[in-house]
Structures are given as structure tokens and as C-alpha cells.
Nanobody, 123 residues
């Protein structure tokens, strides 16, 4: 089965940018729809973005539309999330996830998860 490892998180000032990466191993990521989710302390895990197997079909939460961009390089077994114009409310642990089905915005629909990477945005 596929294993996922996120990286690229860090501490940035409001208005800054980060690029998160999710590298898959064990299986080709090209056969999976992927999603990005985030979870802040004391809050439920929430949907951020998702992409179809080819990356042509993409979805974004209203809170990040126009600021975040999901992309994928299936040849490198890697999925990316570009975070631009970051806000303090974007602070959370960001997770990538995968499913052998169409894209979904529900965390419970994803079977495979990475360990998460921390994004902290200061004012």
C-alpha cells in the first residue's frame, strides 16, 4: 500500500509563502486522488484542497481559494500545496491523504495519510 510523507512546513510571517510536498512510496501516486487537510489544536480536521489522479480537477476550501494551489507530479510520486499570502488563521498541522477513488472533501473518505507537517504563521 502507499505511504505518504509530508515536508516543507515552517514558521513564516503573515503574507509569506510556503510550499508543502507529499512524497508517496510503495505505490504509484498516479492511481490515487489526493487531498490536503489541516488541523489546529482543539479543532476538527478540515478540508483544504484536493486533486484528481491527473491533477486536472481541483477543489479548494472557501477559506483558501485564490491563495493556495494544489498540484502533482505523478512521475516523481509527489503532490504539492503552494501556500501564498498566508494568514495567522492558516496555522495548523497540514496532512496529505490519498484514496483510490474520485476526489472527496471528507477526511473519513481517505484511507492513506501522512504524518503531517506544521505550518505556523505569525502576525
Amino acid at each position: 500500500q502507499v505511504q505518504l510523507v509530508e515536508s516543507g512546513g515552517g514558521l513564516v510571517q503573515a503574507g509569506g509563502s510556503l510550499r508543502l510536498s507529499c512524497v508517496a512510496s510503495g505505490r504509484a501516486i498516479s492511481t490515487y486522488a489526493v487531498g490536503w487537510f489541516r488541523q489546529a489544536p482543539g479543532k476538527e480536521r478540515e478540508f483544504v484542497s484536493a486533486a484528481s489522479t491527473t491533477g486536472v480537477i481541483k477543489y479548494y476550501a472557501d477559506s483558501v481559494k485564490g491563495r493556495f494551489t494544489i498540484s502533482r507530479d505523478n512521475a516523481k510520486n509527489t503532490v504539492y500545496l503552494q501556500l501564498n499570502r498566508l494568514k495567522p488563521e492558516d496555522t495548523a498541522v497540514y496532512y496529505c491523504a490519498a484514496r483510490r477513488a474520485a476526489t472527496s472533501q471528507a477526511p473519513a473518505d481517505y484511507l492513506y495519510w501522512g504524518q503531517g507537517t506544521q505550518v505556523t504563521v505569525s502576525s
